[in-house]
């Protein structure tokens, strides 16, 4: 009786061990609505200029995009780290530069399109301002990001407009 006991308590841990195994949290379609954005990526200006070259991974059980950004003068680099919020129902990109930047952004995919932006913030002229970048994934796989600045909910400033291009190995 005991042997058939310890039989039946090795073969439910050994399930729920396979079971933890196989769960994955951030498999659901809502965790790869930013998958568009993934792979290795030269960013081209509107000019044709090479703006720098961008990879983007998954990593962390599908639970994290991670982008890594180098300008074409080698001068700036940057990482960001995209996830899908199941709190708030939101993605969130919180984004670092070797020059002390940073943006936190919120938003949603819309279509072919996601949209994020950041809080609002006061400049130092007292205006009220907020980031909102804008990847669209366009029909031949390249995905244009357009990064716009608006002051006092009406003046908008560009400031990046790159279209990415997979890189061809």
């Known amino acids: 009786m005991m042997r058939l006991f310890v039989s039946f308590l090795i073969c439910l841990a050994t399930l729920s061990i396979q079971a933890q195994g196989n769960t994955c949290n951030c498999c659901s379609e809502k965790y790869s609505e930013f998958d568009f954005w993934i792979g290795e990526w030269t960013v081209i200006n509107p ?57 936190h952004l919120k938003g949603n995919r819309e279509g072919d399109k996601m949209i994020m932006r950041t809080d609002d913030e006061t400049n130092k002229k007292g205006d009220t301002i907020y980031h909102r970048i804008t990847w669209t994934l366009n029909k031949d796989g390249s995905v244009h990001q357009f990064w716009e600045t608006i002051t006092n909910n009406k003046d908008i400033t560009v400031a990046f407009d790159g279209l990415y291009r997979k890189n061809v190995n």
């Open 47 to 103: 000019d044709g200029s090479q703006a720098g070259t961008n990879t983007i991974t998954k990593s962390q059980n599908n639970c994290l995009l991670q982008e890594n950004w180098k300008s074409a003068n080698g001068k700036v680099t940057g990482t960001s780290n995209n996830f899908y919020n199941y709190k708030t129902g939101q993605w969130e990109q919180i984004w670092i530069d070797n020059l002390g930047g940073s943006l």
